[in-house]
Nanobody
Framework: QVQLVESGGGMVQPGGSLRLSCAAS????????MGWYRQAPGKQRELVTT???????NYAESVKGRFTISRDNAKDTVYLQMNSLKSEDTAVYYC????????????WGQGTRVTVSS
């Protein structure tokens, strides 16, 4: 059974930082592309960033230079370091794991809420 368990969300003031973690189980983590999506109130879920098994990353334009994704294959964990947070970063952040089996559904965590507010 695949589980993605996020942690690290919370409330922070504008300009602050948070680090999200996602611990994975039930997948071959080192071979799996991982990522983070977010969904703000009243908006559709959107891609934030992904990291491939080889460490290649891509970021949404809105977070480039402020957010950093990383992975620890020894711990089956992916991280999202978020700096210089803005109010528009307020959202529920979801951990994502791409299914290695083409045509099968990808995997999602339960989400962790990030609120940026003064």
């Amino acid at each position: 059974q695949v589980q993605l368990v996020e942690s690290g969300g919370g409330m922070v003031q504008p300009g602050g930082s948070l680090r999200l973690s996602c611990a994975a189980s039930g997948i071959i983590f080192r071979l799996t592309t991982m990522g983070w999506y977010r969904q703000a109130p009243g908006k559709q879920r959107e891609l934030v960033t992904t990291i491939s098994s080889g460490g290649n990353t891509n970021y949404a334009e809105s977070v480039k230079g402020r957010f950093t994704i990383s992975r620890d294959n020894a711990k089956d964990t992916v991280y999202l370091q978020m700096n210089s947070l803005k109010s528009e970063d307020t959202a529920v952040y979801y951990c994502y794991a791409r299914n290695l089996r083409a045509g099968h559904s990808d995997y999602w965590g339960q989400g962790t809420r990030v609120t940026v507010s003064s």
